[in-house]
């Protein structure tokens, strides 16, 4: 890189978030310079950026942000550091960043629960002006946490008066039959991860002296069948193993006063080969129908740590190639190739 194509950008940080923004070690500052392929150098209370015209504006930009989370008493974290750095040249960040002030409850440890990315706050607001939200996408993306989060600010706020959760177990045929117990011991395990961020957002206790009174149930799709739903957040997780008969049933249980989110995730269908998923058919009949809100979350929408993202994005080029070979094969057959 030859000097005359480089610029210098400058940007002032207070002493007291120097170090939330530099990281420790400085290892923020490592990450940006090595994703921007840029110098930073901190002089007293002003920081230099060096570098090619782009990756300065980049990195200058991922900095201001940075700063600006930093004076709002907001964590910088490795996760949101990455996200401001993937975004930086496709987003406006000013927008990027307020996306932290949207507060949707604190959990039972006194964490603040909020949005994360652009996709979850676009997925929080249709949830908040819509009657059903199909919530789709791959694994760490937040589709159920999130649901989750709403459906219990709803029932503590007295806009609805139960919490309904549910999944299809679609091993729930001969193979749970061999395991011990009763229907619900045996349908328990495709369950326990609603019952793990119950007890994270609502606290062990509360969440049990709720369930205890009916006001919380936690169960299989099946018992769905026959029943109307009034006044009640209905959650359906893992929906992309419905079939349409069920996912039909589901969505016409939906009463007065309901909300309904359905959430899955497209690559990760489990169903018997050759059955159609009710997610897929649902999303393709319903588009387009007022007070159903759809939205696609993608890779960078994930907050679990930054490698899942990476490994996320390299099953879909995998997936991708494999279409092209397999199309390329299927013309080749017919003398296109």
């Not at 061999?178 to 509360?206: H, S, T």
């Amino acid at each position: 890189m030859s000097k005359m194509s480089q610029i210098e950008r400058t940007i002032q940080l207070e002493n007291d978030i120097i170090l939330p923004v530099f990281g420790q070690f400085d290892s923020n500052i490592r990450k940006i310079e090595k994703s921007c392929g840029v110098q930073i150098v901190n002089r007293g209370d002003d920081v230099k950026v060096v570098g090619e015209e782009r990756g300065v504006h980049k990195a200058w930009s991922v900095l201001n942000s940075m700063a600006a989370l930093a004076r709002r008493g907001e964590e910088i974290t490795e996760q949101n550091l990455e996200y401001f750095i993937s975004s930086a040249e496709e987003a406006d960040l000013q927008e990027l960043e307020k996306v932290y002030d949207n507060l949707i409850c604190i959990t039972a440890n006194g964490r603040p629960l909020k949005p994360k990315t652009m996709g979850q706050k676009k997925y929080i607001d249709l949830m908040k002006n819509n009657t059903v939200v199909f919530g789709i996408g791959p694994a760490g993306t937040g589709k159920t946490y999130l649901a989750m989060a709403m459906a219990i600010t709803a029932f503590k706020n007295n806009e609805v008066n139960r919490i309904i959760l549910t999944r299809p177990a679609i091993e729930a045929g001969e193979k749970l039959g061999f395991l011990p117990g009763d229907l619900q011991q045996k349908v328990d395990p495709y369950l326990r991860p609603l019952y793990d961020a119950l007890y994270e957002i609502m606290g062990v206790e509360n969440f049990t002296k709720n369930m205890e009174k009916g006001l919380i149930e936690v169960a299989p799709l099946a018992y769905m069948r026959g029943r109307t739903l009034d006044n009640a957040y209905i959650v359906l997780d893992e929906a992309q193993n419905t079939t349409p008969e069920q996912m039909k049933m589901f969505l016409t249980r939906i009463g007065y006063g309901s909300k309904a989110v359905i959430t899955g995730d497209l690559t990760q269908i489990d169903l018997a080969e050759g059955k159609r998923s009710g997610l897929l058919e649902a999303t393709k009949i319903l588009s387009g129908i007022e007070g159903i809100g759809m939205i696609t979350l993608t890779n960078k929408d994930v907050v679990r740590h930054p490698l899942v993202q990476k490994i996320i994005l390299a099953y879909e080029k995998f997936e991708s190639r494999k279409r092209s070979d397999a199309d390329g094969k299927k013309d080749s057959r017919w003398g296109r190739a």
